[in-house]
């Protein structure tokens, strides 16, 4: 029948009535890649060569009922593709074939409810890929291989209904999506030893059928939704032979039952962390003499740490973090001595930190921060010689770090910070060549920073922020050749800041707060100055040029005001100077202070290159911050362009540039602060001010002016390039100032431009559609004024049904419109035609060719006629 399709790839018949044997050509297609002959009627045996096929991947036989006979193997078995093979619910009988151990890609093995006699092959677990295994309802007989727990994608396992002996020692049904109840029946696997149930959906408890287990000693239910009370650990005291118990990351309430105490010395590991728990930790776990193990951390424990629990000899690690717990920490944690971990941190310990510490020789990990400790840290705690973790962090430690510090040779990470320590920073810290964190800031430190920390070769963080420390800075921390992440903020730190290693690349806030820091330009920091010294060897180098200088420079001037004063004589007018804007300076410190970190709340609005905060600068003045984001690539340009564009810039109608901020790695503008915020805001915002006619069309004209000045009686043409209502502010008076010039175009006099970018990243809806002709902004916006609508809706067919109602109702002697609404069908006669004037000029400056639009000139007076016209008519 297939003799003749030497090409077929796929062939698929399943689901059909089909009845006899399987054709013999069928072993013959040697390119088939998917065989499916499912749920037919098919009998006798497979065709011998189908198994013996280089490219299949797929064989489905299952439902067929009557195929019968053993499957070839060995040699005659060759199918080193194969990915799913289902032959279940048929007749096959003899051995599984050992030929299917060298399908390494095989997925899916389906064999189930045939009459195969065999045990379950041990070549099985080396078929990794394999997620599905179903060999169910067979002759099977033997016991279940071990390797199974190999086969970490295999998420289901069918072996019912086979004659399979010995006992099961472990079930792992762990990181599945399992969900309802954890059946009481398993208590019924009397020889099982491992089970575990974690990472699941599981709700309810544990059984107390558990109880029967006899023979477990592993239990992990662990990230699963089990709650209630835990009783259940009186059943689960009756497991003799349990040895880890772990019943964390669960929803678990109550207090932990005395009956924990009945636990059997073999219990080594008891999790019960990140659950609700509350109550005390019973003193009866002590009891528990072979206990390594209690992780209890994020629950509800209140109350004490009980002394018999620091008698347990041989506990490693107890961790007790972030719960309620009170009182002092009991001296007795000393007899611990084989404690390698101890997590008390986010409590409510109080006390001091006990002495007895320092008896915990094989400690590595002491955490207890965020308590309410006092008192000094105990000399012999810089003795413990495996120390590796110390965070005593945030408490209200005080008295000076001892020398014996540079004794925890092993030391890794040390945070101290956020207590009273004071005095001096040890110089014997700079021995701890291991360790890569130390944090000891926002404490007490005086003294100058010892230049023995130049010493700590693999420091990675240093932070020594918010203390007392004064004098320079060690030029040897430069040589830190792994620390990236330095903090000297807020100290009286002064003098020369070092050059090269970390410093090539420290962001201006680890140096902020500090005295007079100099040397860091690119940070604001200015040059040191010379000292003494160096300028008395050099003064006869210098006096003599000096005094040259002075002499040319009297001359120049002296000739220079005899040709202004004959030039004045003449009367003749003198074109004005460079005329650049004397900015004064401000630092990025007084920038930090000002904005309060650029903290949120300051936060008044975004720009094309940055973000605008309000802020009060150290004399009273409030103004506006612009901080440009320097991970722009645009940025340190558009910054360029904004100082350029206004430096000569006098204008009413232009917000003013008061200070600025530059250096390679900030950028700032200190502006004039608008108090009424931007026109976007007036006209669209909620709980809005309702601007009349006469205001509306004063903001028109403030605008437009202001881009007439910049055309026309600016020394170089200037264009806005992203002229929008969000870009026009309002002072007190309501006056319309023109901002953000960071895409602004230059047309300087020799007839070349300066422009930031060519493509024009302006705002849609506002830029000429050629991006040439300005006067297309102030139309839109005309528009948008007049109608209060944005630029991208539809324009209807009559006048009064688009204008903004508010301008109908307003009084001439405020220019603002009535708080509420009415129908424009009484609008007079007279208002309606000067606001058609208006609209008019608005729709000529928006015209859709260039040389159609009015120039800015012409925009001004026709603006000026109407505002003149309408305040000039007779009141009513």
């Known amino acids: 029948m297939f003799n003749n399709t030497p090409l077929l790839i796929s062939l698929n018949l399943g689901n059909n009535s089909l009845s006899g044997p399987i054709p013999a050509s069928v072993g013959s297609l040697s390119g088939?890649?998917?065989?499916?002959?499912?749920?037919?009627?098919?009998?006798?045996?497979?065709?011998?060569?189908?198994?013996?096929?280089?490219?299949?991947?797929?064989?489905?036989?299952?439902?067929?009922?009557?195929?019968?006979?053993?499957?070839?193997?060995?040699?005659?078995?060759?199918?080193?593709?194969?990915?799913?093979?289902?032959?279940?619910?048929?007749?096959?009988?003899?051995?599984?074939?050992?030929?299917?151990?060298?399908?390494?890609?095989?997925?899916?093995?389906?064999?189930?409810?045939?009459?195969?006699?065999?045990?379950?092959?041990?070549?099985l677990p080396t078929l990794s890929q394999l997620t599905s295994v179903s060999l169910g309802g067979n002759n099977l007989v033997g016991s279940i291989p071990t390797g199974l727990r190999n086969l970490t994608q295999l998420n289901q396992l069918d072996l019912v209904e086979s004659n399979l002996t010995g006992p099961l020692s472990w079930l792992n049904l762990a990181a599945n999506q399992l969900i309802g109840s954890i059946p009481a029946s398993l208590g019924n696997l009397t020889t099982v030893a491992q089970l575990d149930l974690a990472h699941n959906q599981l709700d309810g408890t544990v059984p107390s059928s558990f109880g029967r287990l006899g023979v477990l000693g592993f239990l992990n239910v662990e990230g699963n939704n089990l709650g209630g009370e835990l009783d259940f650990l009186d059943a689960l005291?009756?497991?003799?032979?349990?040895?880890?118990?772990?019943?964390?990351?669960?929803?678990?309430?109550?207090?932990?039952?005395?009956?924990?105490?009945?636990f059997s010395n073999n219990l080594q590991t008891f999790y019960a962390h990140d659950n609700q728990i509350s109550g005390s930790l019973p003193a009866v776990m002590a009891n528990l003499g072979g206990l390594i193990t209690i992780s209890l951390y994020s629950n509800q424990l209140r109350q004490t740490i009980p002394p018999q629990i620091m008698l347990m000899a041989n506990l490693h690690i107890l961790n007790l973090y972030n719960n309620l717990m009170v009182g002092p920490i009991p001296i007795e944690v000393g007899m611990m001595t084989r404690l390698v971990e101890l997590h008390l941190g986010s409590n409510k310990f109080i006390g001091p930190v006990p002495d007895t510490v320092g008896n915990l020789s094989n400690l590595q990990s002491l955490t207890v921060y965020q308590n309410n400790l006092s008192s000094f840290i105990p000399n012999s705690l810089w003795h413990l010689e495996n120390l590796i973790e110390l965070n005593l962090s945030h408490n209200s430690l005080s008295g000076m770090l001892l020398p014996d510090i540079g004794s925890v040779q092993a030391l890794v990470q040390m945070d101290l910070s956020t207590s009273h320590l004071s005095g001096p920073i040890p110089f014997s810290l700079g021995q701890l060549q291991s360790v890569t964190f130390i944090n000891l800031s926002h404490n007490m430190f005086q003294d100058s920073i010892p230049d023995s920390l130049g010493k700590l070769t693999s420091i990675v963080t240093l932070d020594l922020s918010n203390n007392s420390l004064f004098g320079t800075i060690p030029n040897s921390l430069a040589s830190l050749m792994y620390l990236t992440n330095l903090n000297l903020s807020f100290n009286n730190l002064e003098g020369q800041i070092p050059t090269g290693g970390i410093f090539s690349n420290i962001p201006p806030y680890s140096l902020v707060g500090n005295g007079p820091l100099c040397g860091l330009p690119r940070l604001g920091f200015p040059p040191c100055a010379r000292s003494s010294h160096s300028a008395k060897l050099h003064i006869l180098k210098y006096i003599l040029p000096s005094i040259a200088a002075l002499v040319i420079a009297i001359i120049i001037l002296s000739l220079i005001f005899r040709e202004k004063f004959k030039a004045a004589k003449e009367g003749s007018i003198q074109p004005p100077g460079d005329g650049i804007i004397d900015h004064m300076f401000v630092s990025y410190h007084d920038i930090i202070r000002a904005t309060r970190n650029f903290?949120?709340?300051?936060?008044?609005?975004?720009?094309?290159?940055?973000?605008?905060?309000?802020?009060?600068?150290?004399?009273?003045?409030?103004?506006?911050?612009?901080?440009?984001?320097?991970?722009?690539?645009?940025?340190?340009?558009?910054?360029?362009?904004?100082?350029?564009?206004?430096?000569?810039?006098?204008?009413?109608?232009l917000v003013r540039i008061l200070r600025t901020c530059s250096n390679l790695d900030f950028k700032a503008l200190v502006l004039e602060y608008m108090h009424n915020g931007s026109l976007e805001s007036l006209l669209h915002s909620e709980g809005r001010l309702h601007l009349g006619f006469i205001k509306r069309l004063d903001i028109m004209l403030d605008v437009a002016m202001a881009l007439e000045y910049l055309h026309y009686h600016h020394c170089d043409v200037i264009l806005h390039c992203n002229l929008k209502p969000s870009n026009v502010l309002l002072d007190e008076e309501y006056t319309a100032p023109l901002a953000d010039f960071g895409i602004a175009k230059l047309l300087l006099g020799d007839g070349t431009s300066v422009v930031i970018s060519a493509s024009m990243p302006g705002t849609i809806g506002y830029m000429a559609p050629e991006y040439g002709e300005e006067a297309y902004g102030p139309g839109i916006q005309s528009g948008e004024l007049s109608l209060r609508q944005w630029v991208n809706h539809v324009f209807p067919s009559r006048l009064v049904?688009?204008?903004?109602?508010?301008?109908?109702?307003?009084?001439?002697?405020?220019?603002?419109?009535?708080?509420?609404?009415?129908?424009?069908?009484?609008?007079?006669?007279?208002?309606?035609?000067?606001?058609?004037?208006a609209v008019e000029v608005g729709l000529l400056c928006s015209d859709e060719s260039p040389d159609r639009r009015i120039p800015m000139n012409e925009v001004v007076n026709r603006l000026k006629r109407i505002r003149k016209g309408y305040i000039s008519q007779p009141e009513e």
């Open 237 to 262: 005291s009756s497991c003799r032979a349990l040895r880890n118990l772990d019943i964390a990351m669960n929803s678990y309430t109550g207090s932990i039952p005395n009956s924990v105490g009945n």
């Open 32 to 123: 088939l890649k998917i065989l499916i002959l499912q749920d037919n009627q098919l009998s006798g045996p497979v065709p011998p060569a189908t198994f013996n096929n280089s490219v299949l991947q797929v064989m489905a036989l299952v439902k067929n009922n009557n195929l019968t006979g053993p499957i070839p193997d060995k040699q005659s078995f060759n199918l080193p593709m194969l990915q799913v093979l289902t032959l279940s619910r048929n007749d096959f009988g003899g051995r599984i074939p050992s030929g299917l151990a060298a399908c390494r890609f095989l997925r899916i093995l389906s064999l189930s409810y045939n009459s195969f006699d065999d045990v379950i092959p041990a070549w």
């Open 801 to 837: 049904d688009v204008i903004d109602p508010a301008m109908l109702q307003e009084g001439k002697e405020d220019g603002f419109g009535d708080m509420g609404t009415c129908s424009s069908a009484g609008a007079p006669n007279t208002l309606a035609s000067f606001l058609a004037s």
């Open 599 to 653: 903290s949120d709340e300051n936060l008044i609005g975004v720009e094309s290159f940055g973000k605008v905060f309000k802020a009060q600068l150290s004399d009273g003045l409030i103004v506006a911050i612009k901080v440009l984001n320097m991970e722009s690539e645009q940025a340190s340009k558009s910054f360029d362009i904004e100082c350029q564009a206004l430096r000569m810039a006098r204008h009413r109608n």
